[in-house]
């Protein structure tokens, strides 16, 4: 399928992608860009009926593609990952408008996005020879499960589109994405590109309203869900998915600790905790969102990371230098905003910020939090927002205590030079990622997958094309 000869993609225009096909629906709806409120262009609202055609094409194909090698399926999603890369300006613009994030992290999300679909077909998932005597092999194979389906959130909806597009595909299932009604936009346009890359029906985008993600974990053609999403929805997809047996992975919410120790050079690890607390507008699952800091260091650490924090730029994300984007939507502004007033009522004491300014977008002023309770909102709460709470240590265990009493379990870090201590710390965090010296660190060839309400399954990495796959023993008998 080649795309040399295909007609250049119109950036103003948005379909859903169904059997091959750019379709509309009667009624359709807009997003909003959250810089300014301005409404942007009209997008799909799907219904029952066209959740109903994508999933008859999606098995249609899977008859087919269920049957191709992992290596004509690689060759398809690097060919589709390199018509991302050329038309990665488009896609980086459109990302900003619609997701709000400045223009180096939407370059950012593209780049890693094409580097996921690449990688991730190009793993390896052979036949496991699990007993081989004279009498008999033993062999566990991994098969696709049918059709897949892949519901995004809005924080970073191009790279978690392509992680599960990438997953799905390879693994020889065919895969209908959802995109989160507030960024539907480059997930369609994905849709449409994939038509240049793989037969009708193999990957369909369908953009909708609120009740799209429910019709398709109830719908009995899908086989599983890939959900990203919070863990409130998490169960409810869980839930709903019950009532086929559909597979879930589910990549939920999280409340990351990071324990700074007493030894770190402050100035060398201001900028990098920084950006793995504030990068997105700190709306990423995986940013640190408890920041113990031990006490010898404390308030010098603080005055330099709010020195560091203040110098950084707030804006709309074309804007030159701009480091803070706003928040992507009014339902999360809210929420970040009645953390604020939760702030004022509770008595905690801001470091940086703490109050909401007027603006013509969704902006939140940068807060640091100066010691908050353990039990105040902004430290129990994924604020999914740029509010961060310093909170201080002193004894090694009830720190550990402190970072592990939660029912997220994403990730966690500690920060030391004394690596022996800090593994030794490390080890007891209850979280699917740890880091020493860094957090937010992603490959697409480890697996990302939450403890305890973070998660179910994981996504990446060989275990996490294992979750689309269905395990067979087969059992070869030699006489
Ligand atoms: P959300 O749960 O509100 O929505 C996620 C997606 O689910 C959207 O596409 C939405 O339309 C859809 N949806 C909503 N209700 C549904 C239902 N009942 N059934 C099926 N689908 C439904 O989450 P969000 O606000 O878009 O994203 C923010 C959350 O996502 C945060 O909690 C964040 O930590 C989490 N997140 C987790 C990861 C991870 O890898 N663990 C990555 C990114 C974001």
């Not at 180096?104 to 052979?126: R, W």
């Amino acid at each position: 399928m080649a795309s040399v000869d295909s007609p250049k993609m119109d950036f103003t225009k948005f379909h859903n992608t169904i059997d091959g096909k750019l379709t509309t629906t009667p009624t359709t709806r807009h997003g909003i860009n959250p810089a300014n409120k301005e409404a942007l262009a009209e997008v799909p609202v799907s219904t029952q009926a066209e959740v109903d055609s994508a999933v008859a094409a999606a098995r249609v194909a899977f008859k087919k593609w269920s049957k191709t090698t992992f290596d004509e399926r690689s060759k398809a999603l690097h060919a589709f990952a390199d018509g991302l890369n050329n038309y990665k300006e488009e896609f980086a613009h459109l990302l900003v408008t619609e997701q709000g994030k400045p223009l180096f992290q939407a370059k950012g999300e593209i780049d890693m996005a094409v580097n996921f679909l690449k990688e991730l077909s190009s793993l390896e998932l052979p036949e496991e020879v699990l007993e081989d005597t004279e009498e008999r092999k033993i062999l566990g194979r991994y098969l696709p499960l049918g059709v897949v389906g892949g519901i995004v959130p809005w924080n970073y909806p191009v790279l978690l589109a392509c992680g599960k597009i990438a997953s799905s595909i390879y693994t020889g299932n065919t895969v209908i994405i959802k995109p989160s009604p507030f960024t539907p936009y480059c997930s369609l346009k994905l849709g449409e590109l994939g038509l240049q890359y793989f037969p009708p029906g193999v990957f369909q985008v369908l953009s909708g309203g609120d009740d799209l993600g429910p019709m398709m974990t109830i719908h009995p053609g899908l086989d599983k869900i890939s959900f990203t999403g919070s863990s409130e929805t998490g169960k409810k997809v869980m839930e709903s998915c019950s009532k086929t047996l559909k597979r879930v992975t589910l990549e939920l919410g999280g409340n990351d600790a990071a324990i700074v120790c007493e030894d770190v050079d402050i100035e060398a690890i201001i900028p990098k905790v920084a950006l793995v607390s504030f990068f997105c507008s700190s709306q990423i699952c995986m940013m640190i969102k408890r920041l113990y800091v031990h006490e010898k260091i404390y308030d010098q650490f603080r005055d330099a990371l709010v020195k560091h924090t203040e110098a950084l730029k707030s804006g709309e994300g074309h804007t030159p230098d701009v480091f803070f984007g706003p928040i992507q939507n009014n339902m999360q502004y809210e929420k970040v905003k009645s953390l604020m007033e939760a702030i004022n009522k509770e008595g905690v004491k801001p470091a940086l910020g703490g109050k909401v300014e007027e603006s013509k977008g969704y902006f939140i002023t940068p807060t640091i939090i100066d010691n908050p309770p353990e039990t105040s909102r902004i430290v129990t709460e994924e604020p999914f927002g740029p509010v961060l709470p310093l909170l201080k240590w002193s004894d090694e265990d009830d720190v550990i205590a402190r970072a592990n009493d939660t029912k997220m379990g994403l990730g966690a870090s500690v920060w030391s030079k004394d690596l022996v201590r800090a593994e030794r710390m490390a080890r007891q965090l209850e979280a699917g990622g740890i880091w020493i010296n860094s957090h937010f660190d992603v490959s697409p060839r480890v697996p990302v997958g939450g403890h305890k309400w973070s998660g179910i399954g994981s996504e990446f990495g060989v275990n996490g094309l294992k979750g689309y796959c269905n395990l067979q023993s087969l059992w070869l008998w030699k006489k």
